[in-house]
Nanobody
Framework: QVQVVESGGGLVQPGGSLRLSCAAS????????MGWYRQAPGKERELVAR????????NYADSVKDRFTVSRDSAKNTVYLQMNSLKSEDTAVYYC?????????????WGQGTQVTVSS
């Protein structure tokens, strides 16, 4: 089994910054990708940013490009989301997602979510 734990959410004013962290642990042989999704009230969950292993390719939602940066500390099995110039429309629950290779299978796991609220 794999455990995924997020941290770093909170309340921030428009224009401010936050950094989310997500640590994965358990029966992981290797990572395919690690990333962040978000879900605002009344909306579907959407991709925010994703980082792929073996080359470091990244994908970002158009709405966060040039404001958010996804990065990874391989030694700690941790992925980060640095969020700058936050806007009210960034308010959502942010979920970490990891795509991993375990001993006999490839699996996907989600964290419990962390609330980000952007408001004055």
């Amino acid at each position: 089994q794999v455990q995924v734990v997020e941290s770093g959410g909170g309340l921030v004013q428009p224009g401010g910054s936050l950094r989310l962290s997500c640590a994965a642990s358990g029966s992981i042989l290797s990572f395919v990708s690690m990333g962040w999704y978000r879900q605002a009230p009344g909306k579907e969950r959407e991709l925010v940013a994703r980082l792929f292993s073996g080359g470091g390719k990244t994908n970002y939602a158009d709405s966060v490009k040039d404001r958010f940066t996804v990065s990874r500390d391989s030694a700690k099995n941790t992925v980060y989301l640095q969020m700058n110039s936050l806007k009210s429309e960034d308010t959502a629950v942010y979920y970490c997602n990891v795509d991993v290779i375990e001993r006999f299978r490839r699996s996907e796991y989600w964290g419990q979510g962390t609330q980000v609220t952007v408001s004055s």
